[in-house]
């Protein structure tokens, strides 16, 4: 009987964790569908506030990112200079009516590449990691497409 409850409940958690995943795939499916409408921009003044306050609400952190090709603090190593640089470097961002996008690059303690998707309208966003080297909404959008990407959160 003891067996009989453990697969109920492994079932019931699969099933509720591929429930979330389908519905945070429609923000990637509104994405894939109204990529021609798709702004770029690769300067950081172009992230919106709504963006920032939402950022600064659910990691509890200021939303610090230079632009494409200034220097942050790619690595954790002891060098006294990154205590003082951030630790995200913009790569791109693009708009599309209610739809944004950022892509950047997260230094600090590991290296990686990061996706967050912000759905304005109906205020949900997505956290991913992406392929390194991706330098254009074209990569994005094939990563996208191609399901090459893993979610980190939703909020």
Known sequence: MMKVKF???????SSLCTYSQSQDSLLVKDILKSYNC????????????????KWEK???DNFKIVNPNRKFAS????????????TRQLIFSAKCDNLFMIVYNQGGRGFSEVLILYDKLNDKAMYLTI?????????????????????????
């Not at 697969?7 to 958690?13: A, S």
């Not at 690595?75 to 951030?86: C, E, V």
Request: aromatic letters at 16%; a positive charge.
């Open 75 to 86: 690595t954790d190593n002891a060098n006294i200079l990154n205590l003082f640089l951030p």
């Open 7 to 13: 697969i109920f409940i492994i079932l019931l958690f």
């Open 38 to 53: 798709f702004k770029t921009s690769y300067n950081k003044q172009s992230i919106s506030k709504e963006f920032r306050v």
């Open 131 to 155: 392929a390194q080297n991706t330098k254009s909404l074209k990569d994005v959008l094939e990563l996208l497409s191609k399901n090459k990407f893993q979610i980190l959160g939703v909020w």
């Open 58 to 60: 659910y990691f509890n």
